[in-house]
Nanobody
Framework: EVRLVESGGGSVQAGGSLRLSCAASGFTFGDYGIGWFRQSPGGDREGVACISTSDGNTYYEDFAKGRFSISSDNAKNMVYLQMNSLKVEDSANYYC???????????????????RGQGTQVTVSP
């Protein structure tokens, strides 16, 4: 059974930090990139960042560059998203996804991922 389980969300004030974790199981970790998407109520699914588990390359959407950092521990099948300098507009449900290696050039497209988790809520207050 494929599972992607997120943790680490919560409520913080603007300017604060959170570290999200994604635990992956049930598939060959190295065959996929692992990314993070977010979605706020009434909003579209939005790619945040992605990491290639095969070569370690990282990718970020513009709003995440310089504030967010994605990393992985391949031995543990874990991916992390360190989020700093959080803004109110970062509030959303954050979920991790598994993107086949052949689709990594399109990692930010919701059609690219095969699997996703339920997500963890991030709320940033003024």
């Amino acid at each position: 059974e494929v599972r992607l389980v997120e943790s680490g969300g919560g409520s913080v004030q603007a300017g604060g930090s959170l570290r999200l974790s994604c635990a992956a199981s049930g598939f060959t970790f190295g065959d996929y990139g692992i990314g993070w998407f977010r979605q706020s109520p009434g909003g579209d699914r939005e790619g945040v960042a992605c990491i290639s588990t095969s070569d370690g390359n990282t990718y970020y959407e513009d709003f995440a560059k310089g504030r967010f950092s994605i990393s992985s521990d391949n031995a543990k099948n874990m991916v992390y998203l360190q989020m700093n300098s959080l803004k109110v507009e970062d509030s959303a449900n954050y979920y991790c996804v598994a993107v086949p290696n052949d689709w990594m050039s399109m990692w930010f497209n919701p059609s690219a991922y095969d699997y996703r988790g339920q997500g963890t809520q991030v709320t940033v207050s003024p």
